[in-house]
């Protein structure tokens, strides 16, 4: 068969070839460049915030944002334990120790779980909350495939214990509050930080890059000083403090400034895409599309389908390689960060929703040049197969 219908491949349909030979032909194409601070202008418009950093991908900007954040060796910093490894690493590179949480039906992180685990399991001694003698700095917070988290809740929590709110919105550019308490504010700028990415699977792309952004202006000014080696002296290299090589490139921001360009299509198209597939499954017994959280606009980066396990019990991996075959890629979701090897000691709080999401999520074909054809030939094949495999 030479049909193949990707995952998710990156869109490159405006202006990205003429920037990116434009910072080319200037020379400009290390850490410095127009580009780049053209890319954190169009970001900070779009996302009606004040200042941000553009950074080398989304693990440095989270990495960035634990730093300001204050995270020190042997702090606590709450965690999701259903997302991808690269939310938890940076605070392990802060020689801190992780505590996983569980995920609500949203697939983000369970509100009700993080108050009773600060509630019940931690002391706050008015300055601080701790934990087994270690203070606990910060949650990170992932905006999972673009749905927004519960903020309403988390901020609530986080204010009374004195927690700094790390938004992962990684996946999740463009997302925001359409009612409620934080109407009109985007993913990455309700929480004391955000971290964007532009990897090549993310909504728009710059080859590798990413963002971060603070609700204090000041605060993201520092955030780039630390990622371009912290030099105080430019010209005469005093440094101090500890900087990073952690700045995007002036020919990854070009990339990026065209891509910010078309991300409202993209969105757009997402939507549309997203909407056809709600209507192939509609009323069909075996799985369930995931929606996004009521009251906000999601940028619909990722479609997951929720296979009812107890009519499709076969392993995700016999479905994934069957799809396969039929040149239609999925993926399953991630493995629990708190089994992988280097987190199999670290402590969880009543983890059990996301080992069932973690079983029974399969994403589907979400690439912006899908065509509506494509979409009814996953789908058909989707639930053809599943009604070969159900248990009788
Ligand atoms: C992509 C992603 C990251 C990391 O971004 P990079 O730019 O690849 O470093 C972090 N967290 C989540 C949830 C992601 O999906």
């Known amino acids: 068969m030479d049909r193949f219908i990707p995952l998710s491949i990156p869109n490159f349909e405006g202006n990205e070839r003429k920037y990116v030979d434009d910072a080319l032909k200037q020379g400009w194409v290390s850490t410095g460049g127009a580009y780049i601070t053209k890319l954190e202008e169009q970001m900070a418009e779009f996302l009606h ?132 308490k934080y109407v009109g504010k985007f993913a990455g700028t309700i929480g004391d930080f955000g971290a964007y990415s532009f990897n090549g699977n993310k909504i728009i792309t710059t080859g590798g890059g990413g963002a971060v952004t603070s609700n204090k202006a000041e605060t993201v000014d520092h955030l780039r000083f630390l990622s371009t080696q912290a030099k105080t002296d430019s010209h005469f290299y005093v440094h101090d403090e500890i900087g990073y090589n952690y700045r995007m490139t002036n020919l990854q921001a070009a990339l990026g400034v065209a891509q910010m360009e078309e991300l409202p299509e993209f969105i757009d198209r997402k ?58 890629q999925t993926r399953a979701i991630w493995g629990l960060i708190h089994l992988q090897k280097p987190y199999v000691n670290e402590d969880t709080y009543r983890i059990e929703k996301a080992v069932y999401y973690a079983s029974s999520i399969l994403n589907i074909p979400c690439s912006t040049q899908i065509t509506s054809e494509e979409i009814s030939i996953v789908s058909n094949e989707i639930k053809r197969l599943l009604e070969e495999l159900a248990n009788v």
């Open 49 to 180: 915030t004040d200042n941000v950093a553009a950074c080398q991908s989304g693990t440095s900007a989270l990495h960035l944002s634990l730093i300001e954040a204050g995270v020190l060796p042997g702090d606590t910093v709450i965690v999701p334990a259903l997302t991808f490894i690269a939310a938890v690493n940076p605070v392990k590179y802060q020689f801190a120790n992780p505590v996983f949480m569980d995920c609500d039906e949203s697939l983000c992180i369970d509100p009700l779980k993080l108050r009773s685990f600060c509630e019940d399991e931690c002391e706050f001694d008015g300055e601080s909350l701790i934990y087994k003698e270690s203070v606990v700095k910060a949650v990170v917070v992932v905006h999972v495939f673009g749905n927004m988290a519960d903020m309403e809740a988390i901020m609530d929590i986080a204010g009374k214990y004195h927690i700094k709110v790390v938004e992962d919105a990684t996946e999740a550019l463009g997302t925001c509050y359409t009612d409620g």
């Open 271 to 328: 939507q549309k895409n997203y909407r056809q597939y709600e209507k192939e499954f509609e009323g069909y017994p075996f799985v369930k599309l995931l929606s996004f959280r009521k009251g906000t606009l999601s940028n619909k980066w990722f479609y997951s389908l929720e296979i009812d396990r107890d009519k499709v019990s076969v392993p995700m991996r016999d479905i994934i390689l069957a799809l396969e075959k039929k040149g239609i």
